[in-house]
């Protein structure tokens, strides 16, 4: 739990001493790579961060989106990755708890929360099971407790997971622009703690989580209560309306150091804090324990003299806990008192801002191993399409999403289960919202990979009607410390930052998640992109496709099997070219969907991506409850072999069923804009049928496919 030689001696340059060691516990916990962001914050400079909505970007708790008619939308993304591996019920539990108070740091209500999870091998991993079943319940129980609908997310199984688990939590306000926190303080105003008491969960938190997960650290991870959460958030907002908070930050990771140290100096003030005053619920605490506790359920407030009265007034009558721990000052020093005793006395940018790390990147030697693979023989393609809708990364996550309440709130317009979750909001217009990731992707191709999940994010965007008007990411690599790692996570902002800033679509926020590795070794590449799209007017709600309706295939399906589903799944194989997007098609493709939407040509739209076309279609079929005949010679494509048609999964493709009466100005407008697409097939009957001219190349009964998509997960996990 210290500090590097260099960065001790940095440290005593800086205060011109050394420190003591509660000061060297404070600094610790700031400078963790979890807290301090020393290895990636240069190169995330590179991320375009203004746009015309727009209202605060990265460094804050939570992004900030004008949506229009003087309302704002706020998101935020976090992990509990180390937490989540070791007790997986109480460590995806706080990870909500964090990331809802990040949204109430900004003054708005938190009204959704999304989740990206990975784990291993489900099917022959029973540990895997043990994580993902607790990490679920503890994500529902938290999320159901405090009344905020979980509307979708996104989940993947991999071996390089195996004793592992990452929990990646996202989460949306909503509020009046005029509302919003202003974040400013004055000498003289107090610092109020409020909320949960402090304890000793949760103590070195954030430098647990910026170390390979060895030991299972059970004192780091914090204990969740939704229900004093609950009211926490009652409490600020009534707090809010009536002009009690001038600043505000969640105690996150670091706990009062960072909290303390980050708000001193943005805010470029002093602050006087005695931590003898915090209410705690155990004994004896030490000023280091109570500094670098990371109990949840907390929130620092700075609030004027005069509406101090009126703070406590809204606190008591919610029952919600609170004390008043110190005052601003001026200058830039945050000093810790212990009743009358100063136990650290430091300069809060010095604390705040750790030396940033300039880190050696060398190209991985495992990318020329499997950049060049043999080409595997198709199997039956009938069968294979049925094991493939029962891949755990492509089957149905019913089981997962029936245990949220997605409904709570009445906002949810599109539920979890569709391509992107939509919520009402109260300006009339509409919000679409998706997470996406492939690891598979990221570790054949880091660049492409990370670039193909943002393009994956937008489409399935656009598959509402939405148009992207901001992102948010979340990084997450193994140990920066190895040259190898760190050249795929630079390859992976730079990817992010070539699409938000061909797409301008501003990324407003995002974390980094470093040493995610077991004994077992690192993780692969996992970068998960949140993007927010917005519906003017009204979102695309799937209508039944009818016997006759067409199927449409926007896009161009190439050779591009390398990190596919297929290939791990069926045949073990890991590399071959992994899907590249060309930009100007992408755009192309979604504005004419956008536009075909927009004039009702449509009667829903899929997104064509994780098991190809094949598992594209057959989805389609399973939920519109009818088969379909697919020809394989109007397929958009070069020369490809069946299973290369089936499964490749080439990015900025749809698949739309449009109505006989639609097709002649559907086909008329996509000519015109000049997108590669085609009519590939016609639904009709009980079978999902792909024909190559008059070879049947594989045909499955919907029902059946229905039977495998629908309850292999569900299944596995119950038995495990």
């Not at 990040?102 to 784990?119: M, Q, V, Y």
């Not at 294979?384 to 149905?396: E, F, G, V, Y």
């Not at 999964?649 to 086909?667: D, M, T, Y």
Request: glycine share 10%; with cysteine; proline share 5%.
């Amino acid at each position: 739990m210290s500090l590097t030689p260099q960065e001790s001696a940095y440290l005593e340059k800086k205060i011109g001493r050394k420190p003591n060691p509660v000061e060297l516990q404070i600094v610790a916990a700031e400078w963790s790579e979890h807290c301090s962001y020393k290895s990636s914050k240069k190169h995330l400079k590179t991320l375009p961060r203004e746009g015309r909505r727009v209202i605060s970007g990265p460094g804050y708790d939570s992004g900030v989106l004008d949506v229009g008619n003087g309302y704002v939308v706020t998101v935020h993304i976090e992990s509990h990755n180390h937490p989540s591996a070791v007790e997986p019920y109480g460590g995806a539990a706080t990870g909500v708890g964090g990331v809802i108070r990040d949204i109430l740091s900004a003054g708005t209500r938190p009204i959704a929360i999304l989740d990206g999870l990975r784990f291993g091998d489900v099917e022959k991993d029973t540990h895997a099971r043990w994580l993902f079943k607790n990490a679920v319940r503890g994500i529902a129980d938290y999320g159901n407790c405090l009344g905020i609908p979980t509307i979708g997310g996104e989940i993947e199984f991999d071996r390089c997971f195996t004793n592992y688990a990452l929990v990646d939590v996202a989460s949306i306000g909503f509020g009046k622009k005029e509302r919003l926190i202003q974040n400013r303080a004055d000498k003289g105003d107090y610092v109020v703690l409020i909320g949960g008491s402090t304890g000793r969960d949760g103590i070195g938190g954030s430098q647990f989580a910026s170390d390979k997960l060895e030991s299972e650290n059970r004192s780091a991870v914090q204990i969740p209560d939704p229900f004093i959460e609950k009211l926490v958030i009652e409490a600020i907002l009534e707090a809010r309306n009536q002009k009690c908070i001038k600043a505000m930050k969640d105690l996150g990771g670091g706990g009062l150091s960072c909290a303390i140290s980050e708000t001193s100096d943005a805010l470029s003030v002093g602050i006087d804090l005695d931590v003898a005053l915090v209410h705690k619920r155990e004994q004896n605490m030490s000023p280091t324990e109570l500094m670098v506790s990371e109990s949840q359920e907390r929130m620092l407030v700075i609030t004027s003299p005069e509406k101090l009265h009126a703070l406590k007034e809204i606190c008591e009558k919610l029952r919600v806990s609170y004390s008043v721990v110190g005052r601003v000052t001026e200058g830039n020093m945050m000093q810790i008192k212990y009743d009358k005793d100063t136990v650290a006395k430091l300069p809060s940018d010095v604390v705040a801002n750790a030396p940033l790390l300039d880190r050696p990147a060398s190209v991985p030697k495992y990318l020329e191993k499997i950049s060049s693979i043999r080409k595997p023989k198709a199997p039956n393609l009938s069968q294979t399409l049925l094991r493939m809708l029962s891949n755990p990364n492509i089957a149905s996550k019913h089981w997962v999403y029936t245990q949220y309440d997605h409904e709570v709130g009445i906002r949810t317009v599109i539920k979890p289960g569709q391509d992107a979750s939509v919520l009402r909001l109260d300006n009339g217009k509409f919000l679409s919202v998706k997470i996406d990731g492939n690891s598979k992707h990221c570790y054949v191709n880091p660049r492409q990979g990370v670039i193909g999940c943002f393009d994956e994010a937008c489409r399935n965007i656009v598959c509402t009607g939405a148009t992207p008007i901001g992102m948010v990411d979340h990084l997450q690599f193994g140990n920066p410390e190895d040259s190898e790692i760190f050249w795929t996570f630079k390859e992976s902002v730079e990817g992010i930052t070539e699409y938000a800033k061909y797409f301008e679509i501003p990324c407003v926020g995002g974390k980094v998640s470093l040493y995610n590795e077991t004994d077992d070794g690192p993780i692969k590449p996992t970068p998960l992109i949140g993007v927010l799209g917005i519906i003017e007017d009204k979102p695309l709600i799937p209508k039944k496709a009818k016997k006759g309706d067409l199927l449409v295939m926007v896009g161009l399906t190439k050779d591009e099997l390398g990190g596919s589903e297929y290939y791990e799944y069926i045949h073990d194989i890991v590399g071959g070219t992994c899907p590249a997007v060309d930009m100007e098609s992408s755009r192309s493709n979604q504005e004419a969907v956008l536009e075909m939407i927009g004039q009702d040509m449509t009667k829903a739209v899929h997104d064509c991506s994780k098991g190809g076309l094949g598992v594209a279609i057959s989805e389609l079929c399973i939920t519109h409850e009818t088969g379909c005949l697919v020809s394989f010679d109007k397929i958009p494509s070069g020369r490809l072999a069946e299973d290369e048609l089936l499964f490749s999964e080439s990015h900025s493709r749809f698949l739309l069923i449009v109505a006989p009466s639609k097709i002649k100005a559907a086909k008329a407008l996509l000519e015109k804009r000049r997108v590669k697409h085609g009519i590939i097939g016609k639904f009709s009957g009980k079978n999902i049928v792909f024909k190559n001219k008059t070879k049947v190349v594989a045909s499955v009964m919907v029902d059946k496919a229905q039977e495998k998509w629908l309850n292999s997960l569900g299944s596995l996990v119950s038995h495990g």
